[in-house]
């Protein structure tokens, strides 16, 4: 089993930044892809980013040029860096980890809540 943790989460304006941390533990061995979703209000939870433990990163194109996601393998570790966000970046944010040689991700976060609003 693996547990996921984020945090970072909060209020802020349009135009600024948030960053987003989500630690894993336990069997973090099987651990190939960490990655990021969201889910706002009324809408179906997609994917932000990921990142594998070899270093391959994808990006919705939503937020292609303005989030970052970076992972620490040694402090089993993944981030998200969310520059020029938008009101419509409002959403709970959730860590998603995929063991290895799967197609879905088999653990979750408790989700960590970002209101970008003026």
């Known amino acids: 089993q693996v547990q996921l943790v984020e945090s970072g989460g909060g209020v802020v304006q349009p135009g600024g930044s948030l960053s987003l941390s989500c630690v894993a533990s336990?069997?973090?061995?099987?651990?190939?892809?960490m990655g990021w979703y969201r889910q706002a209000p009324g809408k179906e939870r997609e994917l932000v980013a990921l990142h594998t433990r070899v270093g391959t990163t994808n990006y919705a194109d939503s937020v292609k040029g303005r989030f970052t996601i970076s992972r620490d393998n040694a402090k089993d570790t993944v981030y998200l860096l969310m520059n020029s966000l938008k009101p419509e970046d409002t959403a709970v944010y959730y860590c998603?980890?995929?063991?290895w040689g799967h197609g879905t991700f088999d653990y979750w976060g408790q989700g960590t809540q970002v209101t970008v609003s003026s």
């Open positions: 336990g069997s973090i061995f099987s651990i190939n892809v």
């Open positions: 998603a980890a995929k063991r």
